[in-house]
């Protein structure tokens, strides 16, 4: 059983989609959120995490908004701005760049406790806290400080910082235009078609049948 790393039941919703054989499960798991500039070495980090808390193959997200005229600001920091300044404050100041193109990235990691065969998708390999916690090797356990590979999957949309439309949604969706709808003008099933995280499923779900 794949478990889906989340406290959102609307997340396990949306991959089962995409993993129609009933395989995925939620599991609410609150792993540590390391501070990084890329959404990658976070959901790394956070997969490892939640597989040696479960012992089974792990899902983990993690998103932002990436802005064009902030350099990517807030990105990996989204939900700390949302909560912080909230998401008409994002707006208004983003009214004034002169470029407002912005991008939905979302970023999976898989974690099974096993290698990866060599692919176009990225593998994290990096563990060096876990490995400095684990101490020297022995000749008992030479693995007991092996990093846990972990491969990433990454989705994205893009968009523009726009007033703030539609009902729909929740986080930065009402500011968020794609193809002349804001994330919250759209249903359930359009948005779920165009989004980020769909994406980042997409490619998950045609490895994972093979996996």
């Known amino acids: 059983m794949l478990r889906y790393v989340t406290t959102n039941p609307g997340k396990v919703r949306e991959a089962e ?4 054989d009933g395989s995925v499960s939620q599991l609410d798991f609150d792993y540590t959120e390391v501070q990084a500039d890329e959404l990658g ?54 009214a004034d760049l002169d470029d407002r193109r912005a991008a939905f990235r979302c970023t999976l990691g898989y974690c099974d406790g096993e ?9 994290d390999r990096g563990d060096r806290d876990a490995a400095a916690a684990a101490g020297p090797t022995t000749d008992d356990d030479p ?25 729909g949604g929740f986080g930065y969706d ?6 002349g709808e804001t994330f919250a003008e759209m ?20 490895w994972y049948a093979d996996r």
């Open 17 to 20: 989609r995409y993993l129609t």
């Open 41 to 94: 070495p976070i959901a790394a980090r956070g997969a490892r995490e939640a597989y040696r808390h479960a012992g089974e193959p792990v899902l983990v997200d993690d998103a932002g908004l990436f802005i064009e005229g902030f350099d990517g600001f807030p990105g990996p920091y989204s939900a700390y701005v949302e909560e912080t300044l909230g998401v008409e404050r994002v707006h208004e100041i983003a």
């Open 187 to 206: 249903d359930t099933d359009r948005k779920n078609a165009v989004s980020h995280r769909g994406r980042a499923l997409a490619k998950f779900a045609e």
């Open 115 to 123: 290698a990866f065969a060599a692919s176009p998708d990225p593998v």
């Open 143 to 167: 693995a007991s400080a092996e990093a846990l590979p972990v491969k990433l999957f990454e989705g994205y949309v893009p968009g523009r910082i726009v007033a703030p439309r539609g009902d």
């Open 174 to 179: 009402p500011i968020f235009e794609h193809d």
